[in-house]
């Protein structure tokens, strides 16, 4: 069974601190990665994604994540974080059968 | 683009009645739509994965007969919530999948569900 695990349940910090939330996998297969960030009252947004190619990923509002797949990960990175960036973060795999798995969710909490 | 709408975003009824709910791509064709469940402060669990003119195919422990799905058409899926009890009081998330792109998805807003 696949699964995705994000380590940290909530996060706590200040702004221009940096940011990194964890995410595993566990799927031997080919995967498609993702980062989605919910923001208080709001659906679901797309941060960024990963096919393939580059492993190093650039997405929007300045989040990067790093796809390593020796290590079954794809964390998400900000080196500056903002206040705007209080939101709940999700790592999602999606299947071969097209459905996305997500992980508990990470909630970002960035104070001014 | 890529825009997906759900309706409505908000609905409370009374236990026992029922209650659709429409997910709509807007500016594509979605020839997938998933539906989804989410639990304050936990994570979208999916339910169900419907394809335009086939029945939708049920996650395990997801009651076909009472979260009734239709994808009549490729820009449209309907969850129909039926005899909606408490427990079913939840937050519903829809998503679609552009036809030339099966392996992303587009969220709708989420229908806050409240039953009484």
């Known amino acids: 069974a696949q699964s995705v695990s994000q380590h940290n349940h909530h996060v706590i910090l200040s702004e221009a601190a940096s940011l990194e939330l964890g995410c595993n996998y566990s799927y031997g297969g080919t995967v498609n990665l993702f980062w989605y960030v919910q923001y208080p009252g709001q659906h679901l947004q797309l941060l960024l994604k990963y096919f393939s190619g580059d492993p190093l990923v650039k997405g929007i509002k300045g989040f990067e994540a790093e796809f390593i797949k020796s290590k079954f990960s794809f964390n998400l990175r900000k080196p500056s974080v903002q206040w705007s960036d209080t939101a709940e973060y999700f790592c999602?795999?999606?299947?071969?059968?097209?459905?996305?798995?997500f992980g508990a969710g990470t909630t970002v909490t960035v104070r001014a | 683009g890529a825009v997906v709408s759900q309706h409505p975003s908000r609905v409370i009824c009374k236990s026992g009645t029922s209650v659709k709910i429409e997910c709509r791509s807007l500016?594509?064709?979605?020839?997938?739509m998933f539906w989804y469940r989410q639990f304050p402060k936990q994570s979208l669990m999916l339910m169900a994965t419907?394809?335009?003119?086939?029945?939708?195919?049920?996650e395990q422990g997801v009651e076909k007969d009472k979260f009734l799905i239709n994808h009549a058409s490729l820009t449209l899926s309907t969850l129909t919530v039926t005899s909606a009890h408490p427990e079913d009081s939840s937050f519903y998330i829809c998503s679609a999948s552009p036809r030339d792109r099966g392996n992303e998805q587009f969220f709708g807003p989420g229908t806050r569900l409240t039953v009484l």
């Open positions: 419907s394809n335009e003119g086939s029945k939708a195919t049920y």
């Open positions: 500016d594509f064709q979605a020839t997938t």
């Open positions: 999602a795999v999606i299947k071969s059968d097209y459905k996305l798995s």
